[in-house]
């Protein structure tokens, strides 16, 4: 793959025009051997490999709403995260939210694919795309993830040159990452709070009644002297 690989920007873009997200706090491990920039760390080595500037590259991450990239020595693989806002993120807030019949009904709208399928990691929705591409640097597959958290589009995508393995793929979406993803920790430690809460109200609610018993009796016996 050349430099115009990197250049084609995916189908992945939601019902209108998106804006940049003004934060993305996201946690991801490329493979060995691939080279990463993301915002504040140098993007020279990044950038030589895909024959652009390091202000080449920072700017069209910048007016992409690009907050990581990688890729490897060879640039037959890529890897990219964007993250944007849209009027879609806006309405739904998190993906997970949506049923699994409402999200497969608006794949071909969320993603520009006709289909997808609805994976899911931590308790986060995602929708998966995979498709052939081809243009002048040549043949490639792209596989992406695409989500709403946080009422913002994160989108996931693998660049991989035809012919070469795609097995990277998993391992990096396991270790994909942030702060605004639906954890089931959270769904967790929510029950665990409500049932804390129940235990408390139900031990005072006995201490009332054994106190109110005591009294009572406290109160029959004076009564009867």
Do not use: H
Not at 102 to 115: Q, R, Y
């Amino acid at each position: 793959m050349i430099k115009k690989i990197i250049c084609a920007l995916s189908a992945v873009l939601m019902l209108t025009a998106p804006v940049f997200a003004k934060t993305a706090d996201i946690k991801i491990t490329p493979p060995k051997g691939f080279y990463s920039f993301k915002s504040g760390q140098s993007a020279e080595n990044t950038a030589k490999i895909l024959g652009m500037t390091s202000d080449e590259l920072k700017n069209y991450c910048s007016e992409n709403g690009i907050v990581f990239i990688a890729v490897n020595e060879d640039n037959t693989k890529q890897i990219r995260v964007s993250v944007t806002e849209s009027e879609f993120s806006s309405s739904i807030g998190n993906l997970t939210n949506l049923s699994d019949d409402k999200i497969t009904a608006l794949i071909p709208d969320i993603t520009g694919s006709v289909s997808g399928e609805i994976t899911e990691k931590d308790g986060q929705r995602f929708i998966k795309t995979a498709e052939a591409l081809s243009d002048s640097g040549g043949e490639y597959s792209v596989i992406s993830y695409v989500t709403v958290a946080a009422k913002k589009d994160y989108i996931l995508s693998f660049y991989t040159a035809a012919g070469t393995s795609t097995d990277y793929t998993g391992e990096v979406f396991d270790s994909f990452s942030s702060e605004d993803f639906y954890k089931e920790a959270d769904e967790k430690s929510y029950f665990v709070y409500v049932i804390i809460a129940a235990i408390v109200l139900l031990v005072l609610g006995s201490v009332y009644i054994i106190f109110t018993l005591v009294r009572d009796i406290k109160n029959d016996r004076e009564d009867n002297t």
